[in-house]
């Protein structure tokens, strides 16, 4: 089974523009959650999502981001308008949903804004 | 301070040592779960330990959960220069849906 996919590894943006960040969660996972890491810190909690719904989004900054996960298809996190202090590693997880269930991550994105 | 703190934020030790890193927590939690990060990859799920539970071991690892306390233990048994990575705790909170992060523990273990 393959794990989490996340792309792109890599993302290199301009300030303005923006970056869309993709995640494919594991075979048979319909719960997916988005974190960010900076350097020589942990990971701080983003938004929660399932199939065609935000179920938690307070860690998500009210302007400029917004998360989906549609029916088909991967999840996307957006970021419009970058700026200077978006550069972080983003990770996404997955987890087949209920309690007692272990997230299993991707290797990240890393957003690096010039 | 934030939920899921851990201490101490690093650790050096040499191959063959016991690793120990402790991790406070501020709520009611269903359960808390102990991750490993490689630098420049994601996090590894490394072992859950529900709230009714007291110790858990896998492998060279035990956990333990005092919710008395609001505090995990995860002990590294016979270290190796393999389990250099970052360590992170993270508690799932009676209310459910999302984990909360700690800052995590950085181990360096040298052959």
């Known amino acids: 089974n393959a794990g989490v996919m996340q792309n792109p590894r890599h993302l290199v943006r301009r300030r303005g523009q923006e970056a869309r960040l993709r995640c494919s969660p594991m075979k048979g996972h319909s719960h997916v959650y988005w974190y960010r890491q900076l350097p020589e810190e942990g990971l701080k909690f983003m938004v929660y999502?399932?199939?065609?719904?935000?179920?938690?989004e307070s860690g998500m900054p009210k302007e400029r981001f917004s998360a989906e996960f549609p029916k088909e298809g991967p999840s996307i996190l957006r970021i419009q308008q970058v700026v200077r202090g978006d550069s972080a590693a983003y990770f996404c997880a997955s987890s087949p949903g209920g309690s007692d269930q272990p997230q299993h991550f991707g290797d990240g994105t890393r957003l690096s804004i010039l | 301070s934030q939920q899921g703190e851990e201490d101490p934020q690093a650790l050096s030790i040499q191959e063959g040592e016991n690793a120990t890193m402790n991790c406070s927590y501020k709520t009611s939690i269903n359960n808390l779960q102990w991750y490993r990060q490689n630098s420049g990859r994601g996090l590894v799920h490394l072992i859950l330990?529900?709230?009714?539970?007291r110790e858990k071991h896998s492998g060279r690892l035990r956990v333990t959960l005092d919710t008395s306390k609001k505090s995990s233990s995860l002990l590294i048994t016979a270290s190796r220069a393999a389990d250099t990575a970052s360590y992170f705790c993270a508690t799932e909170d009676t209310n459910a849906g999302k984990s909360t992060f700690g800052d995590g523990t950085t181990l360096t273990v040298k052959p």
């Open positions: 330990i529900r709230s009714n539970e």
């Open positions: 999502l399932q199939k065609e719904n935000i179920i938690d």
